[in-house]
């Protein structure tokens, strides 16, 4: 198990594949820990150092008092890039990783060779919408996060993807009830004051934007937003609910890969 330490605790990381090859930086999303990216490993090591780790609240990393801001997630990442001595690297985030993804290509396009965002948007809801989380996250702990936990399913995956693969369903939605309650809130206030609409513009560096097709939380119509406001970027669109990674599997890893391939 590898550590960084942090002014304020660890970020718990892993990084897998050859010594050599460019480094690849995957992002979990809100309530879930690295373990997410497990489909895409074996695919991806292949050809990268892929370095993921647990976003600051999340799975073995620390959790220190909020609210967060996506800001601090980046700076998160740049500390991260520091301990380990790499100078550059790719990112892949997905929906919260997508907005860190956002943030690090507006405020630090020179750490990025090239970026891809999934499942996410420029803007992710509005106040109205994570308020009553954070509250009821605050107030009921463990409780609540198992009522998310259940609700999630159907969040997450299409109806058809978790009644025919019931345990890869189940290996992700439990991340979301064994996060830490005080982290899963500051982590919501992070998303929900996360606004990059006016700023899409100065990212520089190649883009992907993957979406889901059944995505209820970030539909592809904010897919499309940030590519339309992205010199250069790329699109692609799977039938997916939220976690595109997990439902379109091999599709997804090999579009990520022949992005990150073509120069």
């Known amino acids: 198990m590898a550590f960084v330490q942090l002014a304020e605790g660890e970020l718990h990381y892993q990084i897998q594949g050859p010594e050599d090859a460019p480094v690849l930086v995957l992002s979990n999303s ?54 380990l001595h790499i100078e550059r690297a790719h990112f892949c985030g997905l929906s919260m990783g997508g907005l860190i993804g956002q943030w690090l290509g507006i405020n630090a396009g020179e750490r990025l060779n090239k970026l891809i965002v999934c499942n996410t948007a420029a803007k992710i809801g509005d106040p109205s919408v994570w308020n009553p989380r954070i509250e009821t996250v605050l107030r009921d702990g463990p409780a609540a996060m198992i009522a998310l936990r259940d609700a999630s399913i159907a969040r997450w995956f299409t109806p058809d993807f978790a009644e025919a693969n019931p345990a890869a369903a189940k290996k992700i ?36 934007v993957i979406a889901g097709s059944d995505d209820a939380v970030t539909p592809p119509s904010g897919g499309h937003f940030i590519q339309a406001h992205v010199q250069g970027a790329e699109y692609a669109e799977f039938y997916a609910a939220h976690l595109s990674n997990v439902q379109a599997g091999a599709a997804f890893s090999e579009r990520v890969l022949a992005f990150l391939a073509n120069h």
């Open 30 to 83: 809100l309530g879930t820990d690295l373990r997410m990216w497990d489909a895409q490993m074996a695919a991806f090591t292949k050809h990268f150092r892929v370095l993921r780790f647990d976003t600051r609240g999340h799975g073995q990393s620390l959790v220190t008092p909020g609210p967060y801001t996506i800001e601090q997630l980046g700076h998160d990442v740049l500390a991260l890039l520091d301990a």
């Open 173 to 208: 939605t439990d991340m979301l009830a064994s996060t830490s309650p005080e982290g899963y809130a500051a982590n919501c206030a992070a998303v929900r004051d996360a606004d990059f609409r006016d700023q899409l513009s100065s990212i520089k560096v190649p883009l992907l």
